[in-house]
Every structure is written in C-alpha cells, then in structure tokens.
C-alpha cells in the first residue's frame, strides 16, 4: 500500500499570496488531519476532515482553511501569507477514529 | 483539553548505552498514547501505541514504552541504542473518541559513538 502522499515537498512563497498544499491519504483511510510544524510552537493541529466535512479545527486564523474531496484527497489553502507561516506541514491519514495517524514527509512552505 | 510535557529537550546518549525518554500527559477524559519519531526532513514515523490493555508496550526498533496511570507518564525506553537512533521523539495523546492529536514538544536524542 502507498503511504501518505504530500505535494509539493518545498515550496516558496512571498508575502501577500496564497498556496494550496495537497495530501493523498492511504488508500481507504477517510479521515485527513493536517498540522504545522514550527521551531517555536512545535506541532500544532490545524484540522480534521472526515467524509469531506470538517470535524475538528485548532487554533488557527481564518486564512488557513481546508476540504476534502470524495476521494478523500485533501488540500490546505493558506491565503494572504505571512513570514510567521513557514514551516513544515504534516498531513495524516486515519482508517477511523480510534486508528493510529500515518503521516507523510510534508511540505516545507518558505514566506519570504 | 489534554497536554503533554516531555521532560527532556535533549539527550545525549553513547552508542549502546540504555535511554529513558520521559513523556508526562495531562487529560481529563481517557486518552490513547504514542511515541513518534522523526528524521531530518522527514515526517513522523510511528514507533509504539498504548490503546487498552498490558501497560508494557513494545514498539519498533527495539524500544518499549511503560503507561503508568498514577503518573500519568509514558515513558520510552531502549537498552542499548544504535548511531541511527539519533532523531527527535515527539509523545503524543489522543482522546479515546477522538483522532485529533496533542503533542510533546520533542526530545532530540543524539547517539554518539
């Protein structure tokens, strides 16, 4: 079975625009979550998806949002970037609640 | 809400040396427990999970983690570690019901030869 999908793997961007980040989970899995990763803050949750519904979401600003497709495939859209948005974004895939997270390698998103 | 403190931001170990990653959690509902690991630009790698049952967890590579309710700890053991052990250890707790995770802040274990 393939593992936890991320694209792109790096990724750089100025101030002011917006990216959109992709995450094919493990083939079955229907639960997607996604988390920022940063030196200071650490591994922060961003979001869950689920069905293509929303079911859980950390504490994060509105410019960062997500959904998920039938496929379950997933996308995080960062709007109106920031310096403080670098980092390494981790998504996971869950077979269902109660079921250990995969993850993928990540994206490493660079605002300059 | 639930949190988890890993005590340790570094440790440096020997090569073969035995090592004690320790990993506090707090919560007031029930909560699974797991250790990942992480290589450089890398994402995270699951070494062990604690869902019900015996409290002595045995993982990858050779490491093994205790679930100690009283404590509320999960600490991760090795006995004797490899160069390429060296990585960051992230504790980790989910509620029972749920699959959202909260993590530690991480321990960089180093293994020097």
């Known amino acids: 079975k393939a593992g936890v999908t991320q694209t792109p793997r790096y990724l750089i961007k100025t101030r002011g625009q917006q990216v959109t980040l992709s995450c094919s989970p493990i083939?079955?899995?229907?639960?997607v979550s996604w988390y920022q990763q940063t030196p200071g803050q650490g591994l922060q949750f961003l979001f869950e998806?689920?069905?293509?519904?929303?079911?859980n979401k950390g504490n994060f600003p509105g410019r960062f949002s997500g959904r998920q497709f039938s496929n379950s495939r997933s996308e995080m859209n960062v709007s109106t970037l920031e310096l403080g948005d670098s980092a390494l974004y981790l998504c996971?895939?869950?077979?269902?609640?109660?079921?250990?997270?995969?993850f993928g390698q990540g994206t490493r998103l660079t605002v300059v | 809400a639930q949190s988890v403190t890993q005590l340790d931001s570094q440790v440096p170990v020997f090569e073969e040396a035995p090592v004690e990653l320790r990993c506090n959690y707090s919560?007031?509902?029930?909560?699974?427990l797991f250790w990942y690991v992480q290589y450089p630009n890398q994402g995270l790698q699951l070494l062990l999970k604690?869902?019900?049952?015996?409290?002595l967890v045995k993982g990858i590579n050779g490491f093994e983690a205790e679930f100690n309710k009283s404590q509320t700890s999960f600490h991760l053991r090795k006995p004797s570690v490899h160069i390429s052990d060296t990585a960051e250890y992230f504790c980790?707790?989910?509620?029972?019901?749920?699959?959202?995770?909260?993590f530690g802040e991480g321990t960089q274990l180093t293994v020097n030869p």
């Open positions: 604690y869902l019900s049952g015996s409290t």
């Open positions: 919560s007031s509902v029930s909560v699974y």
């Open positions: 980790a707790v989910t509620e029972t019901s749920g699959s959202r995770l909260t």
């Open positions: 083939s079955g899995h229907r639960s």
């Open positions: 998806y689920f069905s293509e519904t929303q079911r």
């Open positions: 996971a895939s869950n077979q269902g609640v109660n079921t250990e997270a995969f």
